[in-house]
């Protein structure tokens, strides 16, 4: 498969540009979010390199805004704003702390915090605490790190393994190249690791009605259906282990109201229907037919309406007209088998989640799942919302997440976006059911082909299949066993700017998994002022060896070996070579101290930087 008669990249990115900021129409706001106070108890302590604050939770809130002000005289000179870490989409952040690196190390600033009921929706400030982040004039301060091999735990939740995202599955028929690599299998091949490596279950991705698969046309006026190539590429996915999760659009151009309004470079159409029972039809034979082909498996799946609708560029159509498309979509999935799950809004930036739940409880359509989008930050809380509106079993699917919402930004490629994934996936833990992370590969043309191997792509793994920091830290998450294990923590940027994740295994072994991190994506290519010493003591495992494999700028970090190699655009046969040698991270085997029976291992821990130390079983 080809792509023919598409704009060229630059075109579709100038298009991409000038509309992905456009919210679609607004009329007809959702029902008035809850008056949240401000959030009681904020603290801030400063450490060398940062600020940790932290607050009391508010009851309602799906997260909370951390305003700050520099401070002069001893007042805030200005305004307080929100503090910008750079994520470029939504700044709120779900916890009750917040690890600030944007300041000037020695200069004070006034903070405050605001709950948020709703995503658009911020309440008021609270009491101002003030504090200067420490400047660094010597060695690294230690984090000390305390667990019990033996203690009891809890089932160690695994939010990246339900789903990740991928470019639309018709790319795995295509015999393209890309940087000289063959598309299709590559992007199987990306799949098939990370099903078989990570453990991810199911693979979501856009654009299964588009044309380019001919699902539906029309002939003489009269609706034609064909299914040929959505099987073979529904096939694919399900031999190598994963399910789909069916994201119904976007409209075939026979259908299209008005076939011009596309997306992208291969212009998927983002129009309402002309006609919305030959839409409902569609529905309803798509589904019929995954059904009849796939059998009761198909029960399973999640079948999602739309993409970001929420956004201009997604959805040409309003608000009303898209809440109308939920309506009849989720309808024709029910009329297929009402076990099957269906859900929305699919949104940017968790737009639409009230509206599409306010909507629904007077159409009666239903929501099985709530799923929305959100980059640079961890998912907001949506239980809250769920709550509100009478919902409180929905599950709750994040379909996209990663550490930028911008194409072709430098950031996918380094260890910042490792230790980026390991915070996000540390925070959703027992409070999703998904965190989708976007995508699996390079091989991803929203905007255009890749035009370097190193270009700032959404993939974990890179055109020819080389793992990314991201990547990387997915198996070490993978890597955890399956009982969670309490950790207490000390010392400066303990709890925040460090984290801890320990695990038992069934075996009896340990894996613990501790990185240096913040969201702060000036700090991207590392702070010396905030890496750490890292002292981590397991009583009851005297005796025992470890593994200890590292992720950052020198473990496992794609850019710094290619920097090293002296890569242009893409690699020579030997420079492949050399780049598999970052494909996996190493393992170091160590004996631990012992100190009255407790083992204890001290490591320095860079920021950004992972470590994961797994220690034998009894």
């Known amino acids: 498969m080809t792509n023919a008669n598409v704009p060229q990249a630059p075109a579709a990115r100038d298009d991409w540009q000038a509309r992905i900021s456009r919210r679609s129409d607004e009329a007809g706001a959702a029902a008035p979010t809850p008056a949240l106070p401000a959030p009681a108890g904020l603290s801030a302590v400063a450490g060398v390199g940062h600020v940790r604050l932290t607050w009391q939770p508010v009851d309602g809130a799906v997260g909370y805004l951390v305003h700050r002000a520099p401070v002069r005289d001893g007042r805030p000179a200005g305004p307080l704003t929100p503090v910008d870490h750079l994520g470029g989409d939504v700044l709120s952040v779900p916890d009750t702390w917040y690890v600030d690196t944007t300041g000037e190390p020695g200069r004070t600033y006034a903070y405050a915090v605001a709950a948020v009921p709703e995503v658009t929706v911020t309440g008021p400030l609270g009491d101002t605490v003030a504090a200067a982040a420490q400047p660094a004039d010597g060695p690294a301060p230690t984090v000390e790190l305390r667990l019990a ?12 393994q339900p789903m990740i995202g991928s470019e639309r599955l018709s790319q795995l028929l295509c015999t393209d190249t ?9 992007l199987l091949a990306a799949l098939r690791r990370i099903r078989t490596e990570v453990g991810v279950e199911s693979v ?21 259906y064909d299914f040929t190539r959505l099987d073979e590429v529904y096939d694919l996915i399900l031999d190598i282990g994963l399910r789909p999760v069916v994201e119904i659009g976007f409209m075939p151009r026979d259908l299209a109201t008005d076939p011009e309004k596309t997306v992208f470079t291969y212009r998927g159409v983002i129009s309402p229907p002309r006609d919305w029972d030959r839409w409902g039809d569609l529905v309803r034979a798509l589904v019929a037919h995954l059904l009849d082909r796939y059998g009761a498996q198909v029960l399973g799946w999640d079948f999602e309406v739309w993409n970001e609708a929420n956004l201009e560029v997604f959805w040409s159509g309003t608000r009303a007209e898209w809440m109308r498309l939920y309506d009849v979509t989720a309808r024709a999935v029910k009329d297929v088998d009402p076990r099957i799950a269906v859900g929305g809004p699919s949104s940017a930036a968790a737009g639409w989640v009230d509206a599409l739940l306010e909507h629904a409880a007077g159409s009666g359509s239903p929501v099985d799942f709530v799923s929305t989008h959100t980059y640079g930050s961890p998912p907001l809380d949506l239980r809250p919302t769920l709550t509100r509106f009478g919902l409180p079993d929905a599950r709750i699917l994040w379909t996209e997440w990663g550490v930028t919402p911008t194409h072709f930004n430098p950031v996918n490629d380094g260890a910042s976006a490792a230790t980026f994934l390991l915070s996000g996936m540390r925070s959703a833990a027992g409070r999703v059911d998904a965190l989708s992370y976007w995508v699996a590969s390079d091989h991803f043309e929203e905007l255009g082909r890749p035009p370097a191997l190193l270009h700032g792509g959404f993939g974990l793994l890179t055109v020819g299949g080389i793992a990314k920091p ?12 399956e009982t969670e294990l309490p950790v207490t923590a000390g010392g400066d940027g303990a709890d925040g700017l460090v984290q801890c994740w320990a695990s038992r295994r069934a075996d009896g072994s340990l894996a613990v998994l501790v990185w240096n991190s913040t969201l702060d994506q000036g700090k991207r290519d590392g702070d010396p002022a905030l890496g750490r010493r890292i002292r981590l003591a397991v009583s009851g495992a005297a005796g025992r060896t470890a593994l200890v494999s590292r992720l950052d700028r020198e473990h496992g970090d794609i850019t710094t070996v290619a920097g090293r190699l002296g890569i242009g655009d893409w690699p020579t046969d030997e420079q492949w070579a050399a780049l598999r040698a970052v494909d996996t991270l190493a393992a170091e085997k160590v004996q631990p101290a012992d100190e009255n029976g407790t083992a204890v291992l001290e490591l320095d821990l860079p920021q950004p930087g992972a470590v994961l130390i797994e220690v034998a079983g009894a």
Request: no cysteine.
């Open 470 to 481: 991201r990547y990387h830290a997915l198996r070490m998450l993978a890597r955890l066993g």
């Open 149 to 160: 091999a033996d203690a009891d735990g809890t089932p160690l939740h695994r939010p990246w």
């Open 178 to 186: 890309s940087g000289g690599r063959e598309i299709g299998p590559e």
């Open 204 to 224: 979501r991705a856009h654009a299964i009605l588009h044309d380019d698969l001919g699902v539906y046309r029309e002939v003489d006026g009269r609706p034609v």
